[in-house]
Structure formats: C-alpha cells, structure tokens
C-alpha cells in the first residue's frame, strides 16, 4: 500500500498547481482585465501544444491505429455538440438571440481540464505500480506541463465571467480528479490500460476544439496592432513551453 501513498501524496500535489492563480487575486480588477487576453492567449497555445505534442503522440504510440485518430475526432465533435447544448440552454428565453454572449467555453474547459487530469492520475498511478524513481519523474513532468496550462485556464476562466475567487476554486475542484484518477488507477491499472490511449487521443480532441473554435477566435478580437501582437507571441509562447517540456521530461 505503500505505493498507494505516493500515488495519493503525488496527485495532491498536481491538484494544488491549480491554485497557482491564487497570485492573481491580489491584482485590481483593472489591471486583470488588461492582461487576461495574454492569459487566453496562453492557454490557446497550451491546450494546441498539449494535445499535439503530449496527448496524441502518446496515444499514437500506444495503439497506432487508425480509431486514436477517430477518437480524437468524436472529442471534437462531441464539445462542439456540448457547447451548442450549453448556449442554446442558456439563451432559450433570450428574445434578441444574437445579443446572448454565453461563454459556453468556460465550461467545456472545465470538462476538458476535469479528464485531461484524470489521466495524468492514471499514468502517475501506473508510473509508481513500475517504481518509485519512475513515478517521482512522471510527477516532475506533469507538474511541469501543468503550470503553464493552469496559469492559462484561471485566465480564461475569468474571461469567461467567472469571479476570480470562483474561478480558483472551480480549477481547483477540476484538478482534484487528478486524485481520483490516481486511485482508481492503482486499484484497476490493468482494466484502464487498454483504454487509456483512447482517452488521451479524446482529451486531445477536446483540447484542439477548446483552442480553435474558442479561444483563437477570441484573440482574434483584438484591434490594437500593439496587442495583437503581444497576444501572437504569448500563443505561441505556450506552444514553445509545451515543445520545451515535451523535450526535457519525455
């Protein structure tokens, strides 16, 4: 049961990087407004980042066939069905519809965040069940990929109309599945296994859907030839990070 502990002890761990935007709260509400675009910007690259270098070439590794690629796309398709599901919901009893703004996409980051750190408690799980110096270098390197993303999702979050104090917590609670993820990996390691590139390839799917047809059309928004710019280079700065880790800890 020992290993149980570090699995437990690890998770916890990943799950408080989620309040890594704790060191937002203090900011004014001003200036917050002025950078959380960056933050989306962020975000967009560390969810394309994630989910073509990190969660699909793993995927494609382990089973290699033509259904991770097919998997992928019913997550895409399956957050775009959500979202619509979301905004038609919310804005029923709107009687101008095209004036109903509901970011739908704060939620599916949610959902999208919610099995993405399900399965990083998964690979944690099963890196311990091998050894223990495995498992502190899987922990090392999901922490590693976790920071850039969770600063990105507080940000959008918050674009999304979320308190900031809500948003922390609702991150928070998100990456608490990484802990579930743990245990029910080492209880069922060997039934998840051969599903988990699935749920990879399908976290994947969600990600790119979060990232192209939410957040990079709100970047592209941006009037201010300064700040576009600025916003270019932070997305493709989440992008490098993403490369950066995916060299360093693979």
Same mark, same amino acid.
């Given at each position: 049961?020992?290993?149980?502990?570090?699995?437990?002890?690890?998770?916890?761990?990943?799950?408080?990087?989620?309040?890594?935007?704790?060191?937002?709260?203090?900011?004014? %509400?001003? =200036?917050?407004?002025?950078?959380?675009?960056?933050?989306?910007?962020?975000?967009?690259?560390?969810?394309?980042?994630?989910?073509?270098?990190?969660?699909?070439?793993? #995927?494609?590794?382990?089973? +290699?066939?033509?259904? *991770? =690629?097919?998997?992928? *796309? @019913?997550?895409?398709?399956?957050?775009?069905? *959500?979202?619509?599901?979301?905004?038609?919901?919310?804005?029923?009893?709107?009687?101008?519809?095209?004036?109903?703004?509901?970011?739908?996409?704060?939620?599916?980051?949610?959902?999208? %965040?919610?099995?993405?750190?399900?399965? %990083?408690?998964?690979?944690?799980?099963?890196? =311990?069940?091998?050894?223990?110096?495995?498992?502190?270098?899987?922990?090392?390197?999901?922490?590693?990929?976790?920071?850039?993303?969770?600063?990105?999702?507080?940000?959008?979050?918050?674009?999304? +109309?979320?308190?900031?104090?809500?948003?922390?917590?609702?991150?928070?609670?998100?990456?608490?599945?990484?802990?579930?993820?743990?245990?029910?990996?080492?209880?069922?390691?060997?039934?998840?296994?051969?599903?988990?590139? =699935?749920?990879?390839?399908?976290?994947?799917?969600?990600?790119?859907?979060?990232?192209?047809?939410?957040?990079?059309?709100?970047?592209?928004?941006? %009037?201010?030839?300064?700040?576009?710019?600025?916003?270019?280079?932070?997305?493709?700065?989440?992008? #490098?990070?993403?490369?950066?880790?995916?060299? @360093?800890?693979?």
């Amino acid at each position: 049961m020992l290993e149980l502990l570090w699995i437990i002890i690890a998770t916890l761990v990943v799950s408080v990087i989620a309040i890594i935007g704790i060191f937002t709260i203090g900011i004014n %509400d001003e =200036y917050l407004n002025k950078i959380v675009i960056f933050l989306v910007s962020l975000s967009a690259g560390a969810l394309l980042g994630g989910g073509f270098l990190h969660l699909l070439p793993e #995927a494609v590794e382990e089973v +290699g066939n033509l259904n *991770i =690629y097919l998997t992928l *796309i @019913l997550g895409f398709i399956l957050f775009f069905l *959500i979202e619509k599901i979301l905004v038609i919901h919310h804005c029923h009893n709107v009687e101008e519809k095209h004036i109903c703004e509901y970011h739908a996409f704060k939620w599916l980051n949610l959902i999208g %965040d919610g099995v993405h750190n399900f399965i %990083d408690g998964l690979i944690i799980a099963a890196s =311990y069940l091998v050894s223990l110096p495995l498992g502190f270098a899987t922990t090392t390197a999901v922490i590693a990929h976790e920071i850039p993303q969770e600063i990105g999702d507080f940000g959008v979050l918050v674009y999304g +109309g979320f308190s900031k104090r809500k948003a922390l917590y609702l991150n928070f609670l998100t990456a608490l599945t990484a802990v579930i993820g743990g245990i029910v990996g080492f209880f069922v390691i060997a039934a998840i296994e051969p599903i988990a590139p =699935y749920l990879l390839s399908f976290a994947a799917g969600g990600f790119l859907y979060i990232a192209a047809a939410d957040l990079i059309p709100e970047l592209k928004k941006e %009037d201010s030839t300064k700040r576009t710019a600025g916003t270019i280079l932070v997305f493709l700065g989440g992008i #490098a990070l993403m490369w950066l880790f995916k060299i @360093l800890f693979e």
